[in-house]
């Protein structure tokens, strides 16, 4: 069973920093671009940020670049999402995808194959 399952979430204050993974069980990322999503309360899921296949090359959204950083081990299978400066506005249930794209990451929806559930990340003091 192909299943994607994300991790790290959890409270944390404005200006923290939070790293979420994203672990693949039942395949192997190594054929897969990943990108991370996320949904806020009352609004549509909206994309994040994403990595090739090779790892070589990222995208991220305006809302966090310079802040967020994407990164891929092959090895343990995973993809990681690390986030500084954390503001409420990054309040929302984060999502990681597969997309069987090898050319190159987008980061839209229809582009994914495979979703994980999600992990919480509220920001608050």
């Known amino acids: 069973q192909l299943q994607l399952v994300e991790s790290g979430g959890g409270l944390v204050q404005p200006g923290g920093s939070l790293r979420l993974s994203c672990a693949a069980s039942g395949f192997t990322l190594d054929y897969y671009a990943i990108g991370w999503f996320r949904q806020a309360p009352g609004k549509e899921r909206e994309g994040v940020s994403c990595?090739?296949?090779?790892?070589?090359?990222?995208y991220y959204a305006d809302a966090v670049k310079g802040r967020f950083t994407i990164s891929r081990n092959n090895a343990k299978n995973t993809v990681y999402l690390e986030m500084n400066s954390l503001t409420p506005e990054d309040t929302a249930v984060y999502y990681c995808a597969a997309s069987t794209n090898q050319a190159m990451c987008v980061i839209i929806r229809q582009d994914y194959n495979y979703w994980g559930k999600g992990t919480q990340v509220p920001v608050s003091s």
């Open positions: 990595i090739s296949v090779s790892g070589t090359t990222t």
